[in-house]
Every structure is written in structure tokens, then in C-alpha cells.
């Protein structure tokens, strides 16, 4: 068996500098009957991954207004829900840092924690768009790739090894840590886009970006 990237890593380590490589897991069968090899399954996931098992019941609220929120949230206690997440559309921006924004959304967090509800939001990353800078170059065009043929499988996309990406997920850390939020609703960056950017600062070329990213 080889467990191995589909592409890269081709990156350069320098003295005294670590490298860590993904970690594979093997389950090794002892029997035959599809029983025991599901409970051994379910044992693994388990053991490895317990958040695997959970199957809280959640509510997409379609607005981030506070009254709407709070709706949801008081809704959702009565029936025995467990989560709120200001959905899609909803207005909810969590790369919004500004202080008020930030107060409401904790405010909104501490009205949820006081009905046994934990609240969050979703955020997009993949085909947003963005400037020509931060988005993910294809190597055929030497441009912002667009579509699956040239490069981006979800359309226009940022580079998450870019300046831009280093304060994306800043902005979220921060969020999180400001607000009290547990839930976290995130489409993309998936599987991981091949970016040609050399100007890029978090790698090299197009041989090391999937692995960077």
C-alpha cells in the first residue's frame, strides 16, 4: 500500500527546520462477517475521530438581524434544537472586525448561551472571487484561473498560501475569540486548488502550492 499527495509536496526544507507529513490510519481486520467488521469501524471512528459521531440538530436562520436571530434562537429552544447558524445569504459576515459589529455578535452569542444554544455563521471561501493578486493563477494562462479546465474547480478562488489567506484566517480566529461562537459553517477551500502564483507569500510556484495551501 502507499499512501502519498496526489501532488507535491516539492518543497525545500531548511537546516534545523522541521517538516510534519499527514498521518494515515489502518484498521486491520481480524475476521469476515460484516458485523464485526462494523463494530471495528465504529470503534475506529470512535477512538480517532469522536466528533465524528455527534448529530446535533441545527437551524439555518436566513438573517443575521438580531430580531431574526433571536427568533431562531428561541425557536429552536423550544423545540429542543441544538444549533442556530446564520446561514448564506443571511448577512452574517464574519470577516467583519470592527468593534460594533463584533459586540452585537457577541451579544447575540450570550442570548443564545442563556436558551442552551450555541450559535455561529457561514463563511465562503471558494469561487468568491477577489482581487487579481490573491486569487489562485493558473499555470496555463498565467491569469486568475476560472474554471475547472484552467485551474480552479469552484470558479474564481483566493490562494489560501497569500497575504490575503494569512488574514482570512486571522479574522476568523479573532471572531471566535471575541465572540464566544462554536459553530463554524465553511464552504471551501476544497480539495485544494494548484496555484502558479510566484509572488504568492506563503509558497514558492505551482509545485508546492496544493501541499502549502
Same mark, same amino acid.
Given at each position: ?100 459589529? %463584533? ?15 450555541? %450559535? ?59 465572540? !464566544? ?10 480539495? !485544494? ?21
Amino acid at each position: 500500500m502507499e499512501c502519498t499527495p496526489t501532488f507535491g509536496p516539492n518543497i525545500d526544507i531548511e537546516p534545523g527546520k522541521p517538516f510534519e507529513s499527514f498521518r494515515a490510519f489502518e484498521l486491520l481486520r481480524d475476521a469476515t462477517d460484516m458485523e464485526r467488521r462494523g463494530l471495528a469501524e465504529r470503534k475506529l471512528w470512535r477512538s480517532m475521530a469522536p466528533w465524528t459521531q455527534e448529530n446535533p440538530l441545527f437551524m439555518h436562520v436566513s438573517s443575521s438581524k438580531p430580531e431574526a436571530v433571536k427568533l431562531a434562537i428561541d425557536q429552536s429552544a423550544d423545540v429542543g434544537f441544538n444549533m442556530v447558524i446564520m446561514t448564506f445569504g443571511s448577512g452574517f459576515n464574519i470577516e467583519n472586525n470592527s468593534e460594533a459589529y %463584533l459586540d452585537e455578535m457577541k451579544g447575540l452569542n450570550e442570548y443564545a448561551q442563556k436558551k442552551g444554544i450555541v %450559535l455561529g455563521g457561514y463563511s465562503l471561501l471558494a469561487s468568491r472571487g477577489g482581487k487579481p493578486e490573491d486569487l489562485i493563477i493558473s499555470q496555463q494562462t498565467g491569469k486568475a484561473a476560472t474554471n475547472y479546465k484552467n485551474g480552479a474547480r469552484f470558479g474564481k478562488t483566493p490562494c489560501l498560501a497569500s497575504v490575503w489567506g494569512e488574514e482570512y484566517f486571522n479574522k476568523l480566529y479573532s471572531f471566535f475569540e471575541k465572540t !464566544g461562537m462554536k459553530v463554524f459553517e465553511h464552504d471551501g477551500s476544497y480539495p !485544494g486548488d494548484m496555484c502558479a502564483s510566484h509572488s504568492h507569500s506563503g509558497h514558492e510556484g505551482f509545485d508546492d502550492s496544493q501541499w502549502k495551501q
